[in-house]
């Protein structure tokens, strides 16, 4: 059965410093997202993607957060300069049409130190 | 008034009962609901979607909606300890982009 899938699992990294996560989306899906959970938080929208550009994105994306789908296989996350707060999970997901299922990936738990 | 509500528990039940999941949501134009297991550390796991009002079943799950009332629930037959997983209401928002608004979750405890 297709499914997302993200990597890495998990990622390190200093204050300051620049983050990819990448996604690799279900083929034949058309709208791409990326959500956010902080520990003992709900999930948490923060930009949606369709026909290779941003169709939406929350407060919480401001300018450090950028997405690219750089082929046409993966969907990349990058936050440019990482803060204590954006330590979290962040799951990619992807659906068909934006009114049926969507699927999430397994989730990079990104700790910031 | 939080966009989609949902008591956080924990809910626990013996094992063999019926396990019932509340879920309330404020836009009354949302036409698409989900609900999701998450498993501790986990992502997030598509149970059931439902888009109309009514039950709709499938194996030991039923999910149920009335728009009237803005409510959404999720029904677990015969419960077992592996259902023990916080569950997640989610609604599609009324942007038109797809993006989905999640409630808190219910953590559910089925006891052996």
């Known amino acids: 059965e297709p499914e997302v899938t993200q990597t890495p699992s998990h990622q390190v990294t200093q204050m300051g410093q620049e983050v990819i996560l990448r996604c690799v989306p279900i083929?034949?899906?058309?709208?791409f997202y990326w959500y956010r959970q902080i520990l003992g938080q709900k999930v948490e929208f923060l930009v949606s993607f369709y026909n290779n550009e941003i169709s939406e994105k929350s407060e919480i994306f401001d300018d450090q957060f950028s997405v690219e789908r750089p082929d046409g296989s993966n969907f990349t996350l990058k936050i440019r300069s990482t803060k204590l707060e954006d330590s979290a999970m962040y799951f990619c997901?992807?659906?068909?049409?934006?009114?049926?299922?969507?699927?999430f990936g397994p989730g990079t738990r990104l700790t910031v130190l | 008034q939080k966009e989609v509500e949902q008591n956080s528990g924990p809910l626990s039940v013996p094992e063999g009962a019926i396990a019932s999941l509340n879920c309330t949501y404020s836009?009354?134009?949302?036409?698409?609901f989900f609900w999701y297991r998450q498993y501790s550390g986990k992502s997030p796991e598509l149970i059931m979607s439902i888009y109309s009002n009514g039950d709709k079943e499938d194996g030991r799950f039923t999910a149920q909606l009335n728009k009237a009332s803005q409510y959404v629930s999720l029904l677990i037959r015969d419960s077992q300890p592996s259902d023990s997983a916080t569950y997640l209401c989610?609604?599609?928002?009324?942007?038109?982009?797809?993006?989905?608004?999640f409630g808190q979750g219910t953590t559910l405890q089925v006891k052996p």
């Open positions: 836009d009354r134009g949302s036409q698409s």
């Open positions: 083929s034949n899906h058309l709208y």
């Open positions: 997901a992807s659906r068909l049409d934006t009114y049926n299922e969507q699927f």
């Open positions: 989610a609604v599609n928002s009324k942007s038109n982009t797809g993006k989905l608004i």
